[in-house]
């Protein structure tokens, strides 16, 4: 096991990383303000993991009462967040419950919300079970929901008490999931950690065959870029927007084609190539760079290619990002591979030929 911080001072927390964490009991005990779990889950996840961990809490002396809710990006909003919050009043939890999320980045994002509103905040932990949650999603604090017009619009920054990330659990996740997490990790590697982008490039098979070693390192490695980032910046003041590379692209393709059609993870990678190209049309990247960075998400088996939308469509739907400042998109750019920056300030012309042809 592999253990990381988020140094944010009395909110400080550990990221443990390795296989056979369902099982640990220890690990979660010293953080719950009382021997009460309620653990969010959903169709997919429970049937594989709940019974095992609830049973490793029990076991330890842990009441455990648990809400399943159904799978799926397009579950990720006001109704079934609401199904969170009928199950914690139905089965009276107090302040001092901790919720537990069991599951990706929507069950993460969900638990995350429901932890920072009922009753004014009650304790939260993250055991997240995909690639994407456990490099991305589980750690930071970001949690909500998304609205019709826009991804992830309604939430709070509300930070976990301890990610506990299971490794052992990506042996079933499906292959596309896995490939979903991977444009996660090539993201850190690109706006921050050029010997990180190396290294993928020099294990990509390694990693989608699920070696377990290669795996583990990408895992530590992202979530220490993560952890630097969240520490230095939590509210999203300033570097922590990079984080959101290819993000307003990706987001605009995920609420345009109807939530759930395209994961996540794709609309990064389509995303991230089309915020490449557009620092390629400003003299930044060269095409080769853009090659470069196309090939290895390629070979992650990620799309590339955005889906066509039209121009109106995608500056309708980057016009809710959150970056906005004064009605402007800013857009997360590469100055070079292996460094980033946000700016508003760039050539529209460019921008249209980005986004149509
Ligand atoms: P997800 O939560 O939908 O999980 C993907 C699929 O895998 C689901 O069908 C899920 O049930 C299934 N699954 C989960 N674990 C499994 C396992 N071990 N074995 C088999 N199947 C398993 O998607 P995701 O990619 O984990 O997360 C995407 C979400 O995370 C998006 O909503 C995105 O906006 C959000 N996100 C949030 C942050 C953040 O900082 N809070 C960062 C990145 C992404
Ligand atoms: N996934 C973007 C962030 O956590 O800031």
């Known amino acids: 096991m592999q253990t990381l911080s988020v140094e944010l001072g009395h909110r400080a927390y550990r990221i443990h990383i390795g296989p056979g964490l369902l099982a640990r009991a220890d690990l979660v005990l010293p953080h719950l303000a009382q021997p009460r779990g309620i653990i969010v889950s959903n169709t997919t996840v429970a049937p594989l993991y709940l019974a095992r961990f609830s049973d490793t809490l029990e076991r330890a002396g842990i009441r455990i009462e648990s809400v399943v809710l159904p799978d799926g990006e397009v579950h990720k909003n006001w109704e079934t967040l609401n199904r969170i919050f009928d199950a914690l009043l139905t089965q009276r ?6 919720l537990i999320a ?4 929507v069950i993460g994002d969900l638990a995350g919300f429901a932890a920072a509103c009922y009753q004014r905040g009650m304790p939260f932990i993250q055991v997240p079970t995909t690639l994407l949650a456990q490099v991305d999603s589980s750690v930071g604090g970001k949690t909500g929901i998304n609205h019709p017009q826009g991804k992830n619009m309604i939430g709070a920054f509300y930070q976990p008490q301890l990610v506990l990330a299971d490794t052992d659990t990506l042996a079933t996740l499906p292959d596309r999931e896995l490939s979903a997490g991977l444009a996660e990790v090539i993201k850190y590697g690109l706006i921050r950690d050029l010997p990180f982008l190396e290294w993928l490039e020099a294990n990509m098979e390694k990693l989608l065959a699920r070696d ?25 003041t300033g570097q922590r927007a990079l984080l959101n590379l290819g993000h307003t692209f990706g987001h605009a393709i995920e609420t345009g084609m109807g939530y759930g059609v395209w994961l996540h ?16 049309r400003m003299g930044l990247l ?19 290619a955005a889906p066509d939308l039209g121009y109106d469509a995608y500056m309708n739907l980057m016009g809710v990002d959150k970056k906005v400042e004064a009605g402007r998109i800013r857009f997360v750019l590469l100055r070079e591979l292996g460094d980033a920056f946000v700016t508003g300030d760039y050539d529209e012309a460019a921008l ?6």
Request: glycine share 10%; with cysteine.
């Open 265 to 280: 993870g794709e609309g990064v990678s389509a995303g991230t190539l089309l915020a490449a190209d557009l620092s390629r």
């Open 286 to 304: 060269t095409q080769a760079d853009v090659d470069r960075v196309s090939d290895l998400f390629v070979r992650a088996g990620l799309p590339v």
């Open 93 to 98: 939890a107090e302040r001092r419950t901790t």
């Open 212 to 236: 377990t070693e290669a795996l583990s390192y990408a895992i530590h490695r992202s979530c220490q870029n993560k952890a630097e980032v969240v520490a230095a910046d939590e509210r999203e």
């Open 352 to 357: 249209r030929a980005t986004l149509t042809t």
């Open 102 to 105: 069991l599951g990706g980045g």
